[in-house]
């Protein structure tokens, strides 16, 4: 697959700390940059806007309530779906987060959280169609914590990985968690004849089922991106979960229809793509 057309959405909001992300020196622009010194053409769209307080219904204190539940809810299903190894730590995990929403349930009525995440999960899915309706080949999904070293040699790798006979769907770009405790190093095989190229040692990670560290940064195949908006629509809005566990469970309901199978969700090991909103230095940056 040659990658001819690439659409960039980044995830902002008019308060963010990180608010110079969105200009020329952000990690959106510099990589428009490189894509088109190697000819491919680039589109970026920044979503600032609170798309969800635009279009709000009324919220209440059970459907926060009812938001902490599916979530912890998920996260069970999501750790069987992985096949995790640590039964043990993750099932008191589980527990101790039932216990809490048990004990603090005044604090997970607020409705204030819930209208965060729903701002939050409009601007992602507002940039999913914008980025599938685009007709792009690549769709990359970046929040403005996002930072790069080298955003050129990023943007050579991704062109040279879609270059290969086996195009993965999906491309974890990030490093906001490591491999051990996101629980998925069992599910990971180095990609055959695939190298990292730059100044960093990287290595190019295939898994056996899809998965996600955030949200971060990710880009999607946008013909299985299209997928996604679409498993999105067929479900109900509420209960409200992050949209990092809304993307998890759609890749959990697209891997039971076959629309993504083994090996076609990669990583990049260690992750180009640093969530500066998660390191001790970001304030340095």
Not at 1 to 21: D, E, P, R, Y
Not at 120 to 149: K, M, N, P, W
Not at 151 to 156: D, K, N
Not at 233 to 251: E, H, R
Request: proline letters at 4%; glycine letters at 6%; one cysteine or more.
């Amino acid at each position: 697959m040659a990658l001819n057309s690439v659409f960039i959405g980044l995830v902002s909001h008019s308060k963010s700390s990180f608010a110079q992300n969105r200009g020329p020196s952000g990690l959106s622009a510099k990589l428009a940059q490189g894509f088109g010194a190697l000819g491919v053409s680039c589109q970026i769209q920044v979503n600032t806007a609170n798309l969800f307080d635009e279009n709000e219904f009324a919220l209440t204190a059970a459907m926060a309530r009812a938001s902490v539940r599916e979530e912890i809810r998920l996260e069970s299903a999501w750790f069987q779906f992985l096949e995790r190894q640590d039964r043990v730590g993750q099932g008191v995990r589980v527990v101790g987060r039932w216990i809490h929403f048990a004990l603090k349930w005044r604090l997970n009525s607020q409705t204030k959280e819930l209208r965060r995440l729903l701002n939050i999960e409009y601007s992602h899915v507002d940039l999913y169609r914008q980025g599938v309706e685009s007709g792009c080949d690549l769709v990359i999904l970046l929040e403005d914590d996002a930072f790069a070293e080298d955003p050129e040699s990023l943007a050579g790798n991704l062109v040279g990985l879609l270059d290969f006979p086996d195009v993965p769907k999906m491309i974890n770009l990030s490093t906001s968690f490591s491999l051990s405790e996101i629980g998925i190093e069992h599910l990971l095989t180095q990609v055959p004849s695939v190298a990292w190229s730059g100044s960093s040692v990287r290595a190019v990670l295939s898994s056996s089922r899809p998965a996600t560290n955030t949200v971060c940064a990710i880009a999607f195949r946008a013909d299985f991106l299209r997928d996604v908006v679409a498993d999105f629509d067929s479900q109900p809005l509420k209960p409200v979960v992050p949209i990092d566990w809304k993307l998890n469970a759609s890749l959990m309901r697209l891997w039971a229809s076959g629309s993504i199978g083994a090996r076609e969700c990669w990583f990049i090991e260690p992750g180009p793509v640093l969530q500066l909103s998660m390191r001790r230095d970001s304030v340095d940056k």
